[in-house]
């Protein structure tokens, strides 16, 4: 019996000078991995950041809602019984999911002699030590209930 042997010819890519089919050296993994952990840091940055503008717009979003119930519970009481209790302030107490203290001011004006009374609410909320306020302001239309001006600024 005879064995025969069957060489095969290992084939060279020679298209670039200084070619090796050894793998990548180690300059190439380096600037590999600084493009690629800086790429990472950006986008862990970005996301990071959209995460933070999320939550803004959360507050926003539930400051707008709470905004809109106080205006709606003066309108539904009339603005002549809500001027008589003299109450032009208070906290909505921790009803949202993050537990943020929002507080509300209302302003009025009496704007004619056809008690219409401008109605001005801004709600106040902190978040990571910074303050933020939104404004509504409307008309609301009374009986007819004189005012002074001391009475409107209290």
């Not at 926003?60 to 119930?69: I, K, N, S, T, V």
């Not at 003066?74 to 993050?98: A, H, K, L």
Request: glycine share 6%.
């Amino acid at each position: 019996m005879k064995y025969w042997a069957v060489k095969t010819a290992k084939v060279k890519l020679k298209m670039v000078p200084g070619y090796s089919d050894k793998g990548f050296t180690l300059v190439e993994v380096l600037v590999s991995s600084v493009i690629l952990a800086a790429g990472l840091v950006t986008l862990t940055g970005i996301s990071t950041r959209c995460m933070s503008y999320v939550q803004l717009n959360r507050d926003y979003e539930m400051a707008w809602q709470l905004m809109d119930r106080q205006l709606t519970m003066i309108e539904s009481m009339g603005i002549d019984n809500f001027i008589e209790q003299e109450q032009r302030e208070g906290e909505f107490g921790g009803e949202n999911e993050y537990d943020i203290k929002y507080s509300w001011q209302a302003k009025l004006a009496s704007e004619s002699e056809d008690a219409l009374y401008r109605v001005d609410v801004d709600v106040f909320w902190q978040r990571r030590n910074r303050s933020h306020k939104i404004t509504a302001s409307t008309m609301l239309n009374g009986q007819g209930i004189i005012l002074l001006d001391s009475d409107l600024t209290n």
